[in-house]
């Protein structure tokens, strides 16, 4: 998906006038055994004094059960427990400048920012250790996702394409090949998910090894039932939560079947308004990052 506010000014008006309801279909959940429900837990606003501006991203260090909220707004990456207690926050002086995608590798920072060429790679605490790009390419990076070899999938928004760095942060090559649009890259053991809304096939699948399997959904106009779906997570599970800014949460399973579809538009609590980001965790904490409600709402999924 390109950087552009666009598509986003038209999503605003799309969703004061659409309502999806935050429940679960009982008998679309019967075919995936692993999911019974969702349940609201909180929401995330601020930093201490200092509430969010623009929140991008939402990511989940699993390894030291830490929550990393990036904000553009605020040009800052703040740092939480998965309780929602700050611990530490790295900003300008870092140089950190609006910040869009985080990932975490060895307890290492992969973010990538606007207007910037490469992906900066900082300690667990924000000092700058490297850049990661891919030579002289055109590079403008857009979401990450790093696989559990160490490899990261960066989409490129200069060449709406996705591009391979190996676990060495070098650069590896490609994924698939140039789309329409990319919106968002997700991994699991073995699969890799590219979110590419505008081809007819805007869910397509590869293997480990770059392998094309298979392509599946489509937008409204296309035949299908998305809307914009804007960012994608894989959890432990191997189901494949699909973040949709004009239609909440949908979940497929591996073989591209739509198992839930969850969520309502609004402010109040549970609702989402412009989610822009998700990430879920190893105790099926769900966490989802809202742009225009500046705060990151927490749901627990009901195994």
């Not at 968002?184 to 590419?196: C, G, P, Q, W």
């Not at 949709?244 to 109040?268: H, L, P, Q, T």
Request: aromatic share 12%.
């Amino acid at each position: 998906m390109q950087s552009s506010d666009g598509p986003y000014k038209k999503i605003q008006v799309f969703l004061y006038l659409l309502s999806f309801t935050l429940v679960l279909c009982p008998a679309a959940f019967a075919a995936a055994a692993s999911v019974s429900a969702i349940r609201f837990v909180f929401t995330l606003e601020n930093f201490y004094d200092d509430k969010f501006k623009s929140p991008a991203a939402v990511y989940i260090d699993k390894k030291n059960k830490e929550l990393y909220v990036a904000d553009s707004g605020n040009s800052e990456v703040f740092i939480f427990d998965t309780k929602g207690t700050p611990i530490f926050r790295i900003g300008p002086s870092k140089g950190v400048v609006r910040p869009f995608s985080i990932a975490i590798k060895d307890s290492r920072i992969y973010l990538s920012e606007e207007g910037k060429n490469h992906v900066d790679i900082l300690s667990y605490r924000g000092e700058p250790i490297k850049e990661m790009k891919p030579g002289d390419v055109p590079f403008v990076p857009g979401r990450v996702s790093i696989d559990d070899e160490g490899k990261a999938y960066v989409i490129n928004k200069a060449a709406t394409n996705c591009m391979i760095f190996d676990k060495n942060d070098e650069f590896a090559g490609y994924l698939g090949a140039r789309f329409e649009s990319l919106a968002d890259v997700a991994v699991s053991k073995d699969r890799i998910y590219l979110l590419t809304p505008h081809d007819r096939q805007a869910i397509q699948v590869y293997d480990r090894d770059g392998g094309f399997i298979r392509g599946f959904e489509a937008l409204y106009g296309m035949g299908g039932t998305l809307g914009l779906p804007i960012a994608a997570k894989v959890d432990k599970y191997g189901l494949l939560w699909v973040l949709d800014a004009m239609n909440g949460i949908i979940v497929f399973d591996e073989d591209g079947k739509a198992v839930a579809r969850m969520g309502e538009s609004g402010y109040g609590r549970g609702q989402l308004f412009f989610p822009v980001d998700i990430d879920i965790d190893d105790e099926d904490m769900l966490y989802i990052a809202e742009k225009e409600a500046k705060r990151i709402s927490v749901f627990k999924v009901e195994r």
